[in-house]
Structure formats: C-alpha cells, structure tokens
C-alpha cells in the first residue's frame, strides 16, 4: 500500500511541533491590553495568549499572575511558566528558539 498525502502532512506537523514547539503566553496586569497589541505586532504563529487587566477571570492560566499594579508577561511551555518579564524585547528573547 502507497501512503497518500494526507499522512504527509501530518508528518510534517509533527515535525514543526518537534522544532517549534508552542508556547503559552499570559499578559496579566493594568497595562496588558496595550502589551498584548504590542506582542500583535510580531509574527508569532506558535503562540497561544491570554491576557486580562483584571484578576478576577476565572481563567486558571490567569490565577495568582497579578502582582500589585504591574504589568507581567509570563512565557510558557507546557503549562510551565518562567520567570515574569515586564517588557515585549524581553519576552521575545524568551521565545526565541
């Protein structure tokens, strides 16, 4: 039996996943709707966000992200977060492959 295209593709998205893995990005604080747009200005197709300036949510991705009146940008990779950045140039580098 002859694999078909299909199967092709879908080696080839495991292939990405494998070289580009998905990050998980949380923008939470006073300033986060203007950080998000600033994060919106790149080219990020292996990124997933979420992002409040609020701290009630209900969202758990945004549970206990609020630090007094600051503006955090957490980088995460399955479902593990690294140290909060409070710039965009910062949390790029943290997603630079």
Not at 26 to 32: K, L, Q, T
Not at 61 to 70: A, D, K, S, T, V
Request: proline share 6%; with cysteine.
């Amino acid at each position: 039996m002859v694999p078909s295209g299909p199967y092709y593709s879908n080696w080839g998205i495991l292939l990405l996943y494998h070289l580009y893995p998905a990050f998980e990005v949380v923008v939470a604080g006073s300033e986060a709707k203007e950080t998000m747009r600033s994060l919106d200005d790149h080219f990020l197709p292996n990124v997933i966000f979420a992002g409040s300036d609020q701290s009630k949510t209900g969202l758990p991705l945004l549970e206990n992200r609020f630090i007094g009146g600051e503006t955090n940008i957490y980088v995460c990779r399955d479902r593990v977060c690294k140290m909060p950045v409070k710039t965009v140039a910062e949390a790029l580098k943290l997603m630079d492959n």
